[in-house]
């Protein structure tokens, strides 16, 4: 399957998470490497609530790097103070970062009052503009199915205008499987006078349980068409990453050709789901 738009045009980007142990970090090194010859423009990589995966962004920024990507770290400001940002930010800096993805970020559980200095994404994107002016390129995430925590959608749009007009280059959505969400939050927006890029966040269909998980808990809706399909294929892997190349190829067209500038892959340090959509797609190197 092609899509109109011309080789290269389409911004690829990428999305990965800090290993816990060898055995995990063994196979994002075969998945980052496999991922790195498709030339992404960037990959992100997520940041643990309250900083409890730290050291595992910066060693996985840094292994990525080494792979001759540009990598955007996320950085989460629930739990934070100025100071505590400061040092990773000059950390970043000085290692020739200069992208970020920049996240409220998710209250761990037990943190009681304590949420640290800044409370919203937007201020977080102020803060960063205010100290280092455009040292980086930074991304923000928008929710086109609305934030689980928001109050209506309204509101919820409201908190990305404020984070785009406090500094935010471009946004990634939150995953989806219904298009017109995406070009419903793309219009509304629009309308407010966003005028930065909106690039879908995309999930690969490859296990159904932990897919199941994740929506419930981040408010992205699984149609009931699909649910149910999935569910028909039971413990069957291979026809469950099949029927799931074949959605999010689709998805993926449907996105590309009505004018979304790109896809975001959340990869789960996995490379061959989207291996296989990118080759349908033919984007990439």
């Given at each position: ?27 994002l090194v075969r998945s980052a490497k496999r991922l790195?010859?498709?030339?992404p423009a960037y990959v992100s990589v997520t940041f ?222 996995n490379a061959d789901a989207v291996v296989q959509v ?8």
């Open positions: 399957m092609s899509h109109p738009t011309k080789p290269g045009a389409s911004v690829l980007s990428l999305e990965y998470f800090p290993p816990r142990d060898i055995a995990a970090q063994e196979r790195a010859a498709l030339n643990g609530a309250g900083g409890s995966t730290r050291t595992g962004t910066v060693d996985t920024v840094q292994m990525l790097r080494n792979l001759g990507t540009d990598v955007a770290p996320h950085l989460s400001c629930i739990g934070a103070t100025r100071d505590d940002l400061r040092v990773i930010l000059d950390d970043y800096r000085s290692r020739g970062i200069s992208r970020l993805v920049a996240l409220r970020g998710d209250l761990p559980s037990g943190m009681g009052g304590d949420t640290g200095d800044l409370h919203h994404a937007g201020e977080l994107v102020r803060f960063v503009r205010e100290q280092y002016g455009d040292a980086f390129h930074i991304e923000v995430a928008a929710y086109p199915e609305m934030h689980p925590q928001a109050e209506s959608a309204e509101r919820d749009l409201q908190h990305f205008v404020d984070k785009v007009q406090a500094g935010a280059d471009g946004a990634i959505t939150q995953y989806f499987f219904n298009p017109d969400a995406y070009f419903d939050f793309v219009d509304r927006a629009r309308a407010k006078g966003v005028g930065i890029p909106i690039t879908p966040g995309i999930m690969p269909v490859t296990n159904y349980t932990q897919l199941a998980r994740f929506s419930s808990m981040c408010g992205a809706e699984i149609p009931r068409w699909m649910r149910l399909r999935l569910q028909d294929f039971g413990d069957d892997k291979a026809s469950i990453r099949a029927f799931g190349v074949d959605v999010v190829t689709r998805l993926c067209a449907r996105l590309l050709e009505n004018g979304a500038p790109g896809v975001h892959f959340y990869t789960l340090n990118c080759d349908n797609l033919r984007i990439g190197a």
